[in-house]
Every structure is written in C-alpha cells, then in structure tokens.
C-alpha cells in the first residue's frame, strides 16, 4: 500500500475514524505485535523477592533489570515506535539508555499542599512539555490514589486523603500535559492505596465506599480533563485481578463514565491473556509475557478471545494517538530548558510548603545574623532531596544543595552571615559534634525527614536512623532553632513540644536548596496547607489494632486480603467521624503564615436548595505585616446515615498584600 | 471572593451512593455547609435544605 493513498493518513477523518481504518489494514501478526511492549520478560515477582529478603530496594531492583518502555514501530503502515514514559513528579523512566534526565519536581504530595490550581497547572506543563521535548509518547501520570493511612511507600506519587482535593489537582495536572499532545495515563487503577503485598493482596470495599472516595478522581478525570489513558492496578480487588476486573474497567469507566482511552497494564500487572483482554484492559507493558504470539492466537483458537476484542484494544490506544498527532509528528528530540523550567520548579517549591508551627513568630530567620548552622544526616543535608525511590525517579539535569542555595538566597539577601554544615553519623555517633555546632552558632536549622520508596511500605510513621532521638537532643540546645522536614508522607514527631518552630518543605527535587532558604528568610511567605493529616501517634490510625484493615489477613486463599471496613473514614473523616484530635489539633487543609488573615462577611446563597449552583462568599483579608496567601476552604455536611462529619467540596487560594482584603 | 459548589459537579458534592438505583443521589435534608481555613476550623456555618 502506498503511503499516500493509505486511508488512516487523512487528517480529515476523526481520531477514531483514522485508527478503525488503521486497523482494519494490519495482519494478525502486526495486531498481536502492537498489543504489548518490546522488553524481554523476566521473573520481576521472582526478583522483588529476592530483592525484599537480601533487604535490597526498588532502585537496586532497578538497576539490575534494564527496563523498555517502548511498542517497535511498523514503517510500512506508519506506525512509529511508541514511546512510554514514567511519572508522575517530572519525567522519569522513558524509552531511552540510559534515561534521559529532566526537570526534578517537587513530589505530588507537596503539590496538593499548594492547593492551588495554578500551581497544578504550572506542574503539569513542566511534566507534559519535557515529554514533548523529549520525543516521548505517554507520560505515566497524575497518581490519584489516596492516603488511606501515612505509611504507604507511594503516596508521595499521590496527593492526598482526600479526593476532591487529589481529583482537582490531577485535572490541572492532566490537562496541562495532554495540552502538549503527550497522553496522560491517570493510575493506579484502583485501590493501589499500599505497596505492601501488591502482587497479591485483595481489596475488600464497599461500592459506595469505592464510589464516594477511592473512584472519585478518577472519574474527575475522565470527565474534566478527558485523560486519555489509565494504568490498572497490580492488586486485587474482591479476589480479581485489577487487570481483569469488568466492573472498573468496562462498566463503570466506559458505560458509565463515558472514557474513550485505553488501559495499560502497570508494568508486569497483566495476569493473563484473555480474561484481561476480555475485561477490557487494552495493552500489556513492558513485555509479552501474556498478549504473545502463541497465547493470542491460541486464546482466538479455542474462541475465549474474539477478534474484535483485539481490534478493540488497538482501535482505543491508536485513538489517542492519532488525537494528539502523534502518527504525524516525527521523532525528533530536544533540550530541555533547564534553567527555566528550574526557576517554575522553584517557585512550585516554595508555594508548597506548610509552617506547622512557629511559636513566638521565630521565622522568618533575620538574614542580619553572624552564623547559621545546618545540621542533620546526610540524606537531607548533603544533597538536595529529590524524593522517592522507585520506578518515579527522575534524574536530575542539576540540583542545588542544602548549603549552597543558603548561601545563594544569602548572598542575593547581601547577607554576610555564615553557613555551616555539619552531617550527622546515620547511627548518631558523632551527635557531641552536632551539639556544640548548635551550641556555638546564632541560629540552628535542623534537617530530618523521610523518603519513601515504590515497592515497599513503611514498617510505621517513623523517620528512620533515629531521627527523633537526634532532635529530641538537638532541641534544647540553642533557643533559636528552627526544625525543616523533608517527607515522602506524614511523620510522627514525638519530639514537637520542644520545637518552636517547625517547617514541612517535603521532597522538593532539584531546587530544594533553593527553596528551603527562600522561605526561613521570609524571601517567599508559606502558603501551603496540610493535604494529608499528620497522627498525633499510630495508636490513633484507621488501621491500629485491626491487621484485617492493614496489612491484612489471610482468610483462607493464601494472599493477603485488606478489607477497607472503616467505610468512609480515612484522613479527617476518620479523625473527625472518631472525635481523635490529630497533631497540632489541627489537621487536614492546617497551614501557619508569617502574616494573618482575618475572614469576614460569610455569606451562602443556596438560591434553590442543590437544584442550582450555590455560592459561598467570603472577604479575606491580609492583617498582619506581609504579604501572603490563605485558602478559604468550604466543607459541607451530609444529611445522609453513614456520612463522616465533614467533606471537602471547594477551596480557593489568594495571595494579599499587607492590608489589603479580596472582594 | 466566591467559591461555587455546584451539585452537577463531577466530584458530586452533596450526594451519596445510593445501592437501590445504582447511583449518586442527593438526598433531602438540611445541609450544613462550614467555611474556614481548615478541616478543624471552620467557624462559619450555614444551613441548605434540600426537599
């Protein structure tokens, strides 16, 4: 077939038009071919348990197995090699050796944080337009699951317990992608809400309980940012494979909601040919361990899978492609740029940051002192901390260190104080050292915090190597000492009553340098609010005392099965449903400032029930000494048995002078 | 400044899965709606009811 008279080039026909024709031009090989990635196939299950029991991670799993992330291409039907791209806090692992690197972001946690649209939207086109640049096809992201508990290794891919909030935040992110042509891929579809166990475990969940809390943003982004893809889950829900699950799948996503995208597999979630096929997931990744050769044409053999399920597949998938004109445009990579899409990461960074705490209005630090000590180990002050481990990682075009960007913001602030830097031993030996720095120097920043990583939950809320015996003792040693956290998720802090002053900056990527001295010398006001409710103690958890709720049971199947029984109550819900008062006494949507708001002239005008629109109104205004933002956030209770006290449905983000008001 | 819940949204504000017709509905009732700056404190309220 010429290439000019070949039908699916004419760019007058629809989208799906193009991609039926398409399809109706290819052999059974080339369909089968199409259905799957290029890698070889390798025992990954074998492999995570070897990694898990030498007590290894993700990264070095990673490392061991060269993972392909792309479709080959068919030149004679002018299909280009498909190329498949992690997310979802920058672009991460793409189809490339080794991995190209790029603009490292803030974690998706701290996005929610911003909450702030704009900030959503400014992230996603950072992410879409490096993808772009990059020559890439699909970029593997916004991550919508929700922080059922604080433990979970992934929920810094996720942005909250709530999820209005994760769902509004994701629809900027997408839109902003896809407005690069690159396909968004919404995930982990669903109820991937922990890493423990997740090629075996079963969800067990009440459907309204699905429905209200863990399919929300989803179905937010199939109908307002009209992703074009999702990624199915690796666990199990109700004892089915996520991947061959009907119900999500087909059912809700498509004949309810009305999604037109294609559903990749997670990498190695496939479990079989075609029951998954069947149930409506459209393209294995990375390999052909299922949709191969032998298993396809034996499955259309024995009639289990029809030839119009496989076109099916293809048809969904080359829509999306032919949509955002990834047939018509050539492979041809660029540069990033990377010191502007540096400065957008750093902005993004210092809108994000919540002050938990700041007694006696001790930030911001005057830039007029004599000496600044930076202490903490090495994770958080050596480097900049770009976030957790696993597939999600993004490797870096630069980064700015804890002490050199200090010294940056210090010098633009024509400061001529002193920073120094002491690293504390992993195992506290050298903490005398520590202590007589913060003895000896004007002000003390102490750095602690917590990475997180894919593949593996935490073993509780707790940072690791110690950390809050090492600031249990650095506390209360120099009055004027300042605490910045650098979390994947929400810690304990036992230590909290000796700290006057504490920050939570969380993994910031490439600028956390940067970012950090921004906003202890006041250069940038915090504005960000709790996405995720700290517990005062484990004790007060969802899932304390009830192992079938975390980390399940085996109830006779020989997997473990977590049964979501607290029904509506995760984050504040359960706090508030359970009258337990999380830290600070404050928790969910909690941010400090260094001004003041005060919110007057509440109004609601309900002007026919729910039937029509209705309009909060509220004037907020700036009373203290600096500029800043504050979220007014509107929460509704609902007359309904069953129902947690209060649930997030609106919030806005403004940003006032000293003295000035909104309207 | 104005923040509009809207019950035709996506994320379904003041409805709840209803098993009997497969469905979010929103039930009648008084609605109570809290305003304020975070989940715990949110000194303004105001009532809807829906009939």
Redesign the interface.
């Known amino acids: 077939m010429s290439e000019s008279t070949a039908a699916w080039r004419d760019t007058s026909l629809t989208p799906r038009e193009r991609a039926e024709k398409l399809v109706e031009a290819m052999t059974l090989g080339q369909k089968i071919a199409q259905l799957h990635g290029a890698m070889e196939t390798i025992d990954i299950y074998a492999l995570s348990a070897q990694l898990a029991e030498s007590g290894a991670d993700m990264d070095q799993l990673a490392a061991q197995i060269r993972v392909e992330r792309h479709v080959p291409a068919i030149d004679e039907l002018g299909i280009p090699r498909f190329r498949v791209t992690n997310g979802p806090v920058g672009v991460g692992m793409g189809d490339g050796t080794p991995s190209p690197p790029a603009t490292s972001l803030p974690m998706t946690i701290g996005l929610a944080a911003g909450f702030d649209l704009d900030l959503a939207h400014a992230y996603g086109d950072i992410i879409g337009s490096e993808t772009a640049t990059l020559g890439q096809h699909v970029l593997e992201g916004p991550g919508v699951c929700l922080h059922r508990t604080t433990i979970a290794g992934r929920n810094f891919e996720y942005f909250s317990e709530d999820?209005?909030l994760s769902?509004?935040m994701a629809v900027a992110v997408a839109k902003a992608i896809q407005a690069h042509n690159v396909i968004a891929m919404g995930k982990h579809y669903v109820v991937n809400d922990q890493e423990y166990e997740r090629f075996r475990v079963s969800v067990e969940v009440d459907?309204?309980v699905l429905?209200?809390l863990y399919l929300?943003p989803f179905?937010?982004l199939v109908?307002?940012a009209k992703i074009a893809a999702f990624m199915s889950a690796y666990n199990r829900i109700r004892g089915v494979y996520a991947t061959e699950y009907r119900h999500t799948l087909t059912d809700i996503l498509r004949t309810e909601w009305g999604f037109e995208g294609y559903i990749q597999s997670d990498f190695w979630s496939c479990r079989s040919a075609a029951p998954s096929l069947n149930a409506g997931m459209d393209h294995e990744m990375p390999d052909a361990k299922w949709l191969n050769e032998a298993n396809v044409r034996a499955a259309l053999q024995d009639a289990s899978l029809e030839i119009k399920t496989v076109n099916r597949a293809l048809v969904r998938r080359y829509t999306q492609m032919f949509r955002f004109g990834q047939f018509d445009r050539p492979y041809d990579p660029g540069e990033i740029d990377a010191p502007a899409h540096g400065a957008v990461a750093r902005a993004i960074g210092s809108q994000i940051a919540v002050l938990l705490k700041n007694d006696d209005g001790l930030l911001p630090l005057n830039h007029d002192t004599g000496s600044v000590a930076i202490i903490g180990q090495s994770a958080f002050v050596d480097e900049a901390c770009l976030g957790g481990g696993g597939s999600s990682k993004v490797t870096p075009l630069y980064t700015v260190r804890p002490l050199d960007g200090m010294q940056d913001v210090l010098r633009d602030l024509d400061s001529a104080a002193s920073v120094t830097k002491v690293t504390v031993e992993d195992d506290l030996s050298n903490l005398d050292a520590a202590r007589k720095a913060a003895t000896q120097a004007d002000v003390v920043v102490l750095m602690a915090g917590l990475v997180a990583t894919e593949g593996a939950d935490q073993p509780d809320a707790n940072m690791l190597n110690d950390q809050n015996r090492m600031l249990d003792e650095l506390l209360s040693v120099n009055p004027a000492t300042v605490v910045v956290l650098k979390d994947s998720n929400p810690v304990l802090m036992p230590w909290i009553d000796k700290a006057r002053a504490v920050l939570e900056v969380w993994n910031q990527g490439a600028e956390d340098g940067h970012v950090v001295a921004d906003l202890l010398f006041g250069v940038v006001n915090p504005s960000g609010?709790?996405p995720t409710s700290y517990p005062r103690s484990e004790d007060d958890t969802l899932y304390a005392g009830r192992p079938e709720r975390y980390p399940g049971t085996d109830e006779g199947d020989g997997y473990p099965v977590m049964r979501y029984s607290e029904g509506l109550e995760i984050g504040?819900r359960w706090f508030?449903a359970q009258g337990i008062e999380?830290l600070f006494?404050?928790?969910?949507?909690?941010?400090l400032s260094y001004t003041t708001?005060g919110?007057t002239d509440?109004?609601?005008d309900?002007p026919d029930?729910?039937?029509a629109?209705?309009?909060?109104?509220?004037?907020?205004a700036n009373t203290g000494p600096v500029a800043g933002g504050?979220?007014?956030?509107?929460?509704?209770?609902?007359?309904?048995p069953g129902?947690p006290p209060?649930?997030?449905?609106?919030?806005?983000k403004?940003f006032l002078e000293p003295g000035s008001r909104?309207? | 400044m104005t923040i509009t819940i809207d019950a035709a949204a996506t994320h379904h504000p003041f409805s709840a899965w209803d098993y009997s017709t497969r469905a979010f509905v929103t039930k009648p009732g008084e609605y109570t709606v809290h305003v304020g700056t975070s989940a715990d404190s949110t000194p303004h309220t105001a009532t809807i009811t829906v009939w």
């Open positions: 999820p209005y769902g509004v459907e309204h429905r209200e929300l179905e937010m109908k307002d609010k709790v504040y508030q999380p006494g404050f928790g969910f949507g909690f941010g708001f919110i509440v109004s609601v309900a029930g729910a039937r629109p209705v309009t909060v109104t509220a004037r907020v504050e979220v007014l956030q509107v929460y509704l209770g609902v007359p309904v129902q209060k649930r997030l449905v609106g919030f806005r403004t909104s309207w």
